[in-house]
């Protein structure tokens, strides 16, 4: 079946623009998350979404950072007045179940963003 | 607090020898082991976890770990690494919670020489 799938799968944009980074997770999926991965590093926990709840944001750099989540299913992440420390690869995942913690998330391709 | 250790930035192994990335995890209660893996270029794609029952949690591409609750260790093993075994190794940790939170670790990268 569809993995979760993320676009653009790259982004150049130059310093101070909003760009919007979006996310579709597997199909039946209810927990959807962002995260952050500089240069092969670590993963850095960003916000995340489960069911109809609120966001668990507090992973957020900073107020420049915003996600929402719409219907359930597709996830934008979007980052204004974009800063060069901002470049890296932005991974979506989501998981099956919620409210056991024992579930593997499906990651997508990620989104490489550049800014000049 | 919960957290997952990989006290090893880089791992060196001849191909055919068997290789060992280590993983240690503090949490409170029973603990949920993850092992990820990301190919150069890729995704990072699941490879085993442990939740409970057998200590040793068999998973693809011939990947092992074996949950050693005094140690507090879940050590990612491979009988015979291949040259294409060379990625990045994640280990995450999670526990009964209802928010699914699951906490990495920074990654080992593995290099499986010829």
């Known amino acids: 079946g569809a993995g979760v799938s993320q676009s653009p799968s790259n982004k150049v944009t130059e310093k101070g623009k909003d760009v919007e980074l979006r996310c579709d997770p597997i199909s039946g999926h209810t927990a959807l998350y962002w995260y952050r991965q500089s240069l092969g590093q670590g993963l850095e926990f960003l916000i995340y979404?489960?069911?109809?709840?609120?966001?668990?944001k507090s992973g957020l750099p900073s107020d420049r950072f915003s996600a929402e989540r719409t219907g359930g299913s597709v996830s934008t992440l979007t980052i204004q007045r974009t800063q060069q420390e901002d470049s890296a690869v932005y991974l979506c995942?989501?998981?099956?179940?919620?409210?056991?913690?024992?579930?593997?998330?499906?990651f997508g391709p990620g989104t490489r963003l550049t800014v000049l | 607090a919960q957290s997952v250790a990989q006290p090893e930035d880089q791992v060196n192994v001849a191909e055919g020898n068997p290789l060992t990335v280590k993983c240690t995890y503090s949490?409170?209660?029973?603990?949920?082991l993850f092992w990820y893996v990301q190919y150069p270029n890729r995704g990072l794609q699941f490879l085993l976890k442990y939740i409970t029952g057998d200590n040793l949690v068999k998973g693809s591409y011939g990947f092992e770990a074996e949950f050693n609750k005094s140690q507090t260790s879940f050590h990612l093993k491979k009988p015979s690494a291949l040259v294409s075994d060379s990625a990045l190794y994640f280990c995450?940790?999670?526990?009964?919670?209802?928010?699914?939170?699951?906490?990495f670790g920074k990654g080992t990268r593995l290099h499986i020489l010829p």
């Open positions: 995450a940790v999670s526990w009964l919670n209802r928010d699914d939170k699951i906490i």
């Open positions: 949490v409170s209660g029973n603990p949920y």
């Open positions: 979404f489960q069911g109809n709840s609120a966001p668990d």
């Open positions: 995942a989501s998981s099956l179940e919620i409210g056991f913690g024992y579930n593997e998330q499906f």
